[in-house]
């Protein structure tokens, strides 16, 4: 599947040290999942849990999903164990947490090269402390550096950064919308996918719904869950509805007319097109066929 166009509606978190979950996400509708290695995992479990996501990873057995090891941040205990084990198990991305800066990014990177860590092991950057918000453009900048040029995606972290900054999680989010929209566009500047933060009250599907399509709304590829229950959902938000495909087809149609050949604008049923939106309609379409074909194979 092409990197450009990979769909990241879903991305399912499980604590590493779960086994069961990490069995049962291997029929889960999800696109990608993270297993977790730090903060769903207790100090006394972290050697399980490094032993069981090796094992998960190498076994081949997650079909197209992506994989993604969340490791612990530098300067724990285990920071340099899970580096290696997340290497030794070739997943598509590390998940690097806490970050604060572009130099978070770069050690990482630097790790993954003097460990000669596979080249399609890409890497994601946890959004959720003050600074990461401060940071966001050149944290997103990284990836056009020589050791922060695996970094793929950022993914927020809205529970440690309403711990951090002491906002609240409530209904709407208003208090951290302007994070959420600054980290949109450092994502966009750099080619970088961006996935939503969590929602973690599980009963709660009216206001779980609501915050896809807010996350949705604000450009985010995705969001991450916690639950499978929320897969479905969010799949349904996060992908293009039909309407906007069928007019997507209508527009990249439109273009290919031998009388529009060359044009940078034409009008199509009373509305300007724009060769923008050209390449827009190349993507809703490239990625609802991704998704079709995810879901026939
Ligand atoms: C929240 C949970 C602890 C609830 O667990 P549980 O009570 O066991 O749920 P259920 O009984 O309803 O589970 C039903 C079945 O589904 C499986 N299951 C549950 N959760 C997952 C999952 N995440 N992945 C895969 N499978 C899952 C159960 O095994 C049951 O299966 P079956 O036996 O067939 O019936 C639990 O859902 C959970 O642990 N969720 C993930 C928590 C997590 O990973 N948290 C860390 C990430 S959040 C975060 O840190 C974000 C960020 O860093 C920030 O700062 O914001
Ligand atoms: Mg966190």
Redesign the pocket.
Same mark, same amino acid.
């Given at each position: 599947m092409s990197e450009l166009f990979r769909p990241r509606r879903s991305v399912?978190? $499980?604590?590493g040290s779960?086994a %069961? #979950?990490?069995e049962?996400?291997k029929t889960?509708d999800a696109d990608a999942? @993270?297993l977790?290695l730090? !903060? #769903?995992v207790a100090p006394e479990e972290k050697d399980l849990a490094r032993e069981q996501v090796v094992e998960a990873v190498k076994s081949g057995e997650y079909g197209d999903r992506e994989l993604i090891i %969340?490791i612990n941040p530098a300067g724990t205990p285990w920071a340099t164990a899970d580096l290696e084990a997340a290497i030794e198990a070739g997943p598509d991305a590390v998940l690097v947490?806490k970050v604060n800066t572009a130099a978070d990014i770069h050690q990482v990177g630097r790790k993954l090269a003097e460990l000669h860590a596979d080249a399609h092991v890409r890497m994601w950057a $946890?959004m959720?402390t003050p600074l990461a918000m401060l940071n966001a453009g050149e944290i997103a900048a990284a990836a056009a550096s020589q050791y922060g040029r695996r970094l793929a995606a950022l =993914? $927020? +972290?809205? /529970? !440690?950064? #309403?711990?951090d900054s002491r906002a609240r999680l409530i209904a709407g989010r208003q208090p951290m919308l302007g994070w959420l929209s600054n980290t949109v566009v450092a994502a966009r500047s750099y080619g970088l996918d961006i996935i939503d +933060? =969590?929602f /973690?009250d599980?009963d709660d599907m009216e206001g779980f719904e609501a915050e896809c399509a807010q996350g949705r709304d604000f450009g985010m590829d995705g969001k991450?869950? @916690?639950?499978? %229950?929320q897969l479905g959902p969010c799949n349904v938000v996060f992908a293009p509805p039909e309407e906007d495909i069928a007019w997507s087809r209508k527009v990249i149609a439109a273009f290919e007319e031998p009388e529009n050949e060359g044009k940078g604008v034409i009008k199509i049923g009373g509305k300007m097109v724009e060769l923008l939106h050209l390449e827009m309609a190349r993507r809703t379409v490239h990625i609802a066929e991704a998704i079709a074909a995810k879901s026939a194979g």
């Open positions: 399912l978190y $499980m604590p779960n %069961r #979950a990490l049962k996400s889960l999942l @993270i977790d730090e !903060d #769903a %969340r947490p $946890m959720e =993914v $927020m +972290g809205t /529970n !440690d950064l #309403a711990k +933060g =969590v /973690n599980l991450t869950l @916690i639950h499978p %229950r």
